[in-house]
């Protein structure tokens, strides 16, 4: 079974280290953070960077969960948490298919690549690739997108990266270019013959 276990902003890495090292290999098969890798410029390059896909929860993979319960009562980190945090909540099977499907055995995200076609988003390749749906925004400046998925109960949203390597115009565009310069040509040849008589 998946559980994730809600933590304070910035302590994920802590609550993970601790985790490997108080917490049986035979308890917890598991301890990890997905996440996103994405593209930031500064110093007038772009750079890859790794950042947390879902800040303040640690993810755990465990067949035994009653003793994973306990074991987190003995981190230092998660005792220091106001209220019963330290019990592990059990992702739903979509929840762990999209982790899987995402961030695969690494968990983490690769960057997908598309092309815009009007205002619609075509992702080439990636993890985002038939996933189009779940884009709500796209920052093409910061080569990012933002994803709506539904976790933990509720909707929320998660930052991944997207390059945007081309615009083209929509089919209804372009078949109405072409049916545009089609009958300039059939005026055209009219023009023509008229003038020959």
């Not at 098969?29 to 950042?51: D, I, S, T, V």
């Not at 755990?60 to 592990?88: F, Q």
């Amino acid at each position: 079974m998946w559980y994730a276990v809600q933590v304070m902003n910035g302590r994920e890495e802590k609550v993970v280290i601790q985790c490997e090292k108080l917490i049986d290999k035979g308890i917890l098969k598991e301890c990890f953070l997905p996440k996103a890798e994405k593209m930031k410029k500064y110093g007038g390059q772009w750079h890859k960077e790794r950042e947390l896909l879902f800040p303040g929860y640690v993810f755990m993979i465990s067949d035994e969960p009653e003793e994973l319960r306990l074991a987190l009562h003995r981190i230092p980190e998660l005792t220091k948490l106001l209220g019963d945090v330290t019990y592990p909540s059990a992702l739903y099977h979509e929840e762990v298919e999209f982790l899987l499907h995402f961030g695969e055995e690494k968990h983490v995200v690769g960057i997908s690549k598309g092309y815009m076609e009007g205002d619609q988003v075509v992702v080439i390749s990636g993890p985002m690739k038939g996933y189009e749906g779940r884009i709500r925004k796209i920052n093409r400046h910061k080569r990012m997108a933002v994803l709506n998925v539904h976790f933990f109960g509720r909707d929320m949203d998660v930052k991944v990266g997207l390059e945007i390597i081309d615009k083209r115009p929509e089919n209804g565009d372009e078949e109405e270019e072409r049916t545009a310069s089609g009958e300039e040509e059939a005026q055209e040849q009219s023009t023509q013959e008229s003038e020959r008589r």
